[in-house]
């Protein structure tokens, strides 16, 4: 009897605390916005970010400008126009377009040419137009911090290309190169690109002779422009 009693007070004791719990409202500010709105419980949590940009299947043009940091005798800037489509949210595709190069001698040339006695003449066939394809995979996304009140959204992603280069004279050569960079997200449709590449690339040496030489270098090269989704 005593028992039953116990379990009664029990009872009666606990469901006016569960009736109490059940009715207080839930702050609807808590609540995600959308899918892709992370709710503000976790706003100050480091470790959950929102994705940089939706980009999956939406038409893209990459543009920017190429410096190489090569030991040969010219300097090469390059101007590159990329149309491109992403597959995803993290997988970009490019046809990769150099419309021309822009080709000048370093202080080596001018030394070898005037300086040494006998001259030395340095001949190397100079770039005129560039075609490939390049694919881009972007895995990590984050964001970084403009003051106290602006949050700019990026990406970092594994770039390759492979490309065909026409010299002067009619000749040809290969261009492979492996990068690493990051898009800076200033809008949904823009964003700033900076890359470093590893590039291999062939080169045309003894150019104008019967038998030109082709020859792979290795060289450094960075890359910085713009990228617009449409």
Not at 156 to 183: D, Q
């Amino acid at each position: 009897m005593r028992t039953r009693l116990v379990y009664l007070l029990l009872a009666f004791a606990v469901n006016p605390l569960s009736n109490a719990r059940a009715d207080v409202p839930l702050d609807p500010n808590l609540a995600p916005k959308s899918e892709e709105e992370v709710s503000n419980v976790f706003r100050d949590m480091g470790v959950v970010q929102k994705r940089a940009m939706p980009k999956g299947e939406r038409w893209l043009v990459s543009a920017y400008g190429s410096f190489d940091f090569s030991d040969g005798p010219y300097s090469n800037y390059s101007v590159h126009v990329n149309p491109g489509y992403a597959i995803s949210d993290f997988v970009e595709v490019y046809l990769n377009f150099v419309p021309f190069h822009i080709v000048s001698p370093r202080s080596i040339v001018d030394k070898l040419q005037t300086q040494i006695t006998p001259p030395v003449t340095v001949i190397e066939a100079k770039p005129k137009m560039q075609f490939g394809a390049e694919v881009l995979w972007a895995p990590l996304y984050g964001k970084d911090s403009m003051g106290i009140n602006r949050i700019i959204r990026s990406d970092t992603f594994v770039k390759f290309g492979a490309s065909m280069i026409s010299f002067e004279g009619g000749e040809s050569g290969l261009a492979f190169n492996l990068g690493v960079g990051k898009t800076f997200f200033f809008t949904k449709s823009a964003g700033f690109r900076f890359c470093v590449d590893w590039g291999y690339i062939q080169q045309i040496i003894n150019f104008g002779a019967a038998l030109p030489t082709k020859s792979f270098a290795s060289m450094l090269l960075t890359e910085f422009g713009m990228t617009f989704y449409l």
